[in-house]
């Protein structure tokens, strides 16, 4: 569907997917934008409206300071159905009901999540891990880790720039020491130096776990 047709528009924001302001304004929009970013009680205050009316998946700006990945963050996911479900209750008021039953069963899963990343922190809280991009931080947060990347190395990775060469020995030493229990890569950005972090993982014999920003789709064959 084009965003001129749709009623409700849903855009994670933070920087991550301009292009659709972009296309909301060239097709001259009357939807509801929903902006999940700025459901998050980390969002700057001088950002963007939340809720207003109106290619690579990685080439995207960063607001300073702020994790824009909150699709990976339980928490506002859960803020964010229920969000929908209201504005498609406003739109549609027949369905009303029926929206709002399905964010509470959106939501239930979502505290099977937060119960699972608790367990997670009671018994693993404050071992190290490290990150090859800021990705999945609010997963590790909730889960009580210990984020060990340098920060230079994350911010280069997600910036698409060169890790510095004392960074990149900085971390290559964190792996040699063993002082993580695991390495989350985000599988769509990364370069020599991720690739180089993953294979001192695996000499090291630390396992590595690979996120991604969109979901895989499949290509027709």
Do not use: W
């Amino acid at each position: 569907m084009r965003v001129a047709h749709a009623a409700v528009v849903i855009e994670n924001g933070g920087g991550f997917d301009p292009f659709i302001d972009g296309l909301i304004q060239a097709s001259d929009s009357k939807a509801a934008v929903i902006t999940a970013a700025t459901l998050s009680p980390e969002y700057p205050a001088d950002g963007d409206l939340g809720t207003h009316r109106d290619d690579d998946a990685h080439a995207h700006d960063h607001l300073e300071g702020f994790n824009e990945h909150v699709f990976y963050d339980p928490a506002v996911m859960a803020t964010l159905a229920g969000k929908v479900a209201e504005e498609l209750g406003t739109i549609d008021p027949a369905g009303k009901d029926a929206f709002a039953t399905n964010a509470q069963a959106f939501t239930a899963g979502i505290e099977k999540i937060d119960g699972r990343l608790a367990q997670l922190k009671s018994a693993h809280e404050g071992t190290g891990v490290f990150v090859t991009e800021p990705l999945p931080l609010s997963l590790t947060d909730a889960a009580g880790l210990d984020n060990k990347t340098p920060p230079a190395f994350s911010e280069a990775v997600e910036e698409g720039q060169d890790v510095a060469p004392a960074t990149l020995l900085e971390a290559l030493q964190i792996i040699s020491a063993k002082q993580v229990a695991v390495v989350v890569v985000n599988a769509q950005a990364g370069g020599a130096e991720t690739d180089r972090v993953e294979q001192d993982a695996k000499d090291a014999g630390i396992p590595t776990l690979r996120f991604s920003e969109p979901c895989p789709t499949a290509r027709p064959t």
